[in-house]
């Protein structure tokens, strides 16, 4: 029970992410309640799903999931970047293996929200926005970027070399996770 396994850890260290598109989450909004500490993060109108996800079969896709939390007065800044990133993922070779992209904001922290076919495909993004994914850094600072990636262990075997450097924690999506 969810309930119970937060009281048991503690509600101030658990942090749930309901993220899409604004119309989605006023619909989801309603059946929550003050029991789960959930964060509401508004999906950017320009995010993408480059591919048709798969159904009806197991996930063994690759989730990158960036959260930069942004200094006071610089969020409209930091937001002004987003199209960059989009033309980037939707023209670069990476965009063959990638499901979806995209920016989400809630409160003073972005989140980009990436779902790859695989680990080859997330490093392939990877190198189509080498360039430019610096300029979000530099404006959010180094104390304030947190790395999670989420997928099958296999998977996440081959992006560590990469993205351990940088602080990444990496998740091990569930062997029974499927596809709906």
Known sequence: D???????IGK???R????GPASEIEKVKPHMDGRLPIHFAELDTGA????ALPKGCPDNHVTIWPEFVVPAGKMEEFKAGFPKFYAATKSGPGAAGAFFYGFAVAGDSVYCR????NAEAAMLHGADVKD???EPMKAVGAGNFKLNVIGPAAELEKLKPKLAPRGAVFWELDSGAFWM
């Open 114 to 117: 990436e779902g790859y076919k």
């Open 16 to 19: 749930i992410i309901c993220s």
């Open 48 to 51: 993408l799903l480059l591919n």
């Open 2 to 8: 969810l309930e119970g396994m937060i009281k048991k």
């Open 132 to 134: 430019i994914v610096e």
């Open 12 to 14: 101030d260290k658990v």
